[in-house]
């Protein structure tokens, strides 16, 4: 066998300078993270060339009994990790596993309640754009303009008055905790199923710095690849009771064959979250995040909500006339990659919103504290309000001395 670079340099060098960039740049977005070698061992596994439709035991394909003793592992260790029942890991990812749920519980065109994109929803709670809101009568809650946090009297009012037959909480923009009971408390009154979607917070409620909404929800989804710092991939977690209804909308109701190298790679995740070790680092990475919070704050920026609880801020940069889009730019030629972002009641349109979003994972993994964080906010500021490219130039390689000492893992 030849190694990558000889079969095929042109992809290998990509892959190198992707390698760089990583490692060259701090990486502040709230989604992505850097995966240990284990999980990315596990990932570049011979895994992917099975077929393994089917669960364990109950396979359609020969050869499965590896197959069934890793997917075992990956759910056996889900169960353990978060305290549920049931577990599916063959979602790949966050948004097929979000179909799942609409798939498992709803008719087309029954009611779906999700939070609206714009105040920090996710496109499959019910946004126009996705298959979520056409094939479903969809229904959207936001946050008070006031406050800029989610209103459960008005989510109330709306799932009671539009008879919601399925109620998501979580979302991709929103800085501040969940509260899971208070939807559970709701769904309940209504009669409706509640589905929450922690893509974004897993890695935090593993890790105790993130209340569970075990207990609370029918349906829990999540991506693999965000705090959790597992692969590219998806879980969905239940009681007993909906445990056949989920897996049955995922196969055979909305994939084929599981990607076995993820289900693998999600088991060594696990196992990784299930250590002490990750519990301290979901911590540090909400004080990290409150950290730069402060130091935003103090530098006279805007944060939805007024702060964060959790691993994200949603910076609102209206009062520094710098569009959102054209800080994100500014920032990645700076060595600073985050991403532009709505924030509520944005008079700005989508591909050119008031705001960005700053994420806190990636940064913690590499071993960033809190301490630097006023440095950070420094050059976020400085970044944002450039007009030269030397001062952008100049932020770039106090960056880059940071992010070489702080390596990603390998
Ligand atoms: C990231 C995310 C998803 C989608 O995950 P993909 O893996 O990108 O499909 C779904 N819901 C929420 C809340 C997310 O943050």
Same mark, same amino acid.
């Given at each position: 066998? =030849? +190694? *990558?670079?000889?079969?095929?340099?042109?992809?290998?060098? *990509? #892959?190198?300078?992707?390698?760089?960039?990583? =490692?060259?740049?701090?990486?502040? #977005?709230? +989604?992505?993270? =850097?995966? +240990?070698?284990?999980? *990315?061992?596990?990932t570049g596994s011979v895994l992917t060339n099975k077929y393994s439709e089917g669960y364990p035991s109950k396979r359609y394909y020969q050869g499965n009994a590896v197959v069934d003793g890793i997917e075992e592992v990956a759910t056996q260790r889900a169960r353990e990790l978060f305290g549920v029942e049931h577990a599916n890991v063959q979602p790949l990812s966050g948004a097929p596993a979000n179909l799942a749920v609409y798939a498992a519980f709803l008719e087309p065109g029954d009611t779906v309640l999700g939070m609206a994109l714009d105040a920090g929803g996710h496109l499959t709670h019910g946004w126009g754009v996705s298959v979520t809101g056409r094939w479903f009568r969809s229904v959207r809650y936001g946050v008070r303009r006031d406050t800029g946090v989610i209103d459960l009297d008005e989510v109330r009012a709306l799932a009671r008055r539009e008879r919601a037959k399925l109620i998501w909480c979580g979302g991709t923009a929103i800085p501040r905790t969940i509260d899971f009971a208070g939807f559970a408390a709701i769904a309940q009154e209504v009669g409706a199923m509640l589905a929450a979607d922690v893509a974004h917070i897993a890695g935090l409620i593993a890790g105790g710095a993130h209340p569970s909404p075990v207990g609370h929800a029918d349906a829990i989804a999540t991506t693999t690849h965000k705090t959790l710092r597992g692969p590219r991939g998806a879980m969905l977690l239940s009681g007993a009771e909906h445990?056949?209804?989920?897996?049955r909308a995922v196969f055979p109701g909305l994939q084929g064959g599981p990607h076995d190298h993820t289900t693998a790679a999600i088991a060594v995740a696990l196992h990784e979250a299930a250590q002490p070790a990750f519990a301290e680092y979901a911590h540090a990475i909400v004080a990290n995040a409150v950290a730069l919070a402060d130091a935003l704050l103090e530098r006279g920026y805007d944060l939805v909500s007024g702060g964060t609880d959790n691993h994200l801020l949603l910076v609102d940069l209206s009062a520094t006339g710098v569009p959102g889009r054209a800080a994100a730019e500014a920032l990645e030629r700076a060595g600073l990659v985050c991403n532009y972002n709505?924030?509520?009641?944005?008079?700005?349109?989508?591909?050119?919103? +008031? @705001? #960005?979003? *700053? @994420?806190?994972?990636?940064?913690?993994?590499? @071993?960033?504290?809190?301490?630097?964080?006023?440095?950070?906010?420094?050059w976020i500021d400085e970044g944002v309000r450039a007009r030269d490219e030397a001062t952008l130039e100049r932020i770039r390689g106090e960056v880059l001395e940071l992010a070489r000492a702080f390596p990603p893992p390998a």
């Amino acid at each position: 066998m =030849h +190694s *990558l670079a000889t079969v095929d340099p042109q992809v290998a060098e *990509l #892959i190198a300078a992707e390698q760089a960039r990583q =490692h060259d740049t701090l990486c502040l #977005i709230a +989604s992505e993270n =850097h995966v +240990s070698p284990a999980v *990315l061992a596990a990932t570049g596994s011979v895994l992917t060339n099975k077929y393994s439709e089917g669960y364990p035991s109950k396979r359609y394909y020969q050869g499965n009994a590896v197959v069934d003793g890793i997917e075992e592992v990956a759910t056996q260790r889900a169960r353990e990790l978060f305290g549920v029942e049931h577990a599916n890991v063959q979602p790949l990812s966050g948004a097929p596993a979000n179909l799942a749920v609409y798939a498992a519980f709803l008719e087309p065109g029954d009611t779906v309640l999700g939070m609206a994109l714009d105040a920090g929803g996710h496109l499959t709670h019910g946004w126009g754009v996705s298959v979520t809101g056409r094939w479903f009568r969809s229904v959207r809650y936001g946050v008070r303009r006031d406050t800029g946090v989610i209103d459960l009297d008005e989510v109330r009012a709306l799932a009671r008055r539009e008879r919601a037959k399925l109620i998501w909480c979580g979302g991709t923009a929103i800085p501040r905790t969940i509260d899971f009971a208070g939807f559970a408390a709701i769904a309940q009154e209504v009669g409706a199923m509640l589905a929450a979607d922690v893509a974004h917070i897993a890695g935090l409620i593993a890790g105790g710095a993130h209340p569970s909404p075990v207990g609370h929800a029918d349906a829990i989804a999540t991506t693999t690849h965000k705090t959790l710092r597992g692969p590219r991939g998806a879980m969905l977690l239940s009681g007993a009771e909906h445990a056949s209804a989920l897996d049955r909308a995922v196969f055979p109701g909305l994939q084929g064959g599981p990607h076995d190298h993820t289900t693998a790679a999600i088991a060594v995740a696990l196992h990784e979250a299930a250590q002490p070790a990750f519990a301290e680092y979901a911590h540090a990475i909400v004080a990290n995040a409150v950290a730069l919070a402060d130091a935003l704050l103090e530098r006279g920026y805007d944060l939805v909500s007024g702060g964060t609880d959790n691993h994200l801020l949603l910076v609102d940069l209206s009062a520094t006339g710098v569009p959102g889009r054209a800080a994100a730019e500014a920032l990645e030629r700076a060595g600073l990659v985050c991403n532009y972002n709505a924030v509520p009641f944005d008079p700005r349109p989508p591909l050119d919103p +008031s @705001g #960005i979003r *700053l @994420g806190t994972p990636a940064i913690t993994t590499r @071993g960033l504290a809190p301490d630097h964080m006023p440095e950070l906010a420094r050059w976020i500021d400085e970044g944002v309000r450039a007009r030269d490219e030397a001062t952008l130039e100049r932020i770039r390689g106090e960056v880059l001395e940071l992010a070489r000492a702080f390596p990603p893992p390998a």
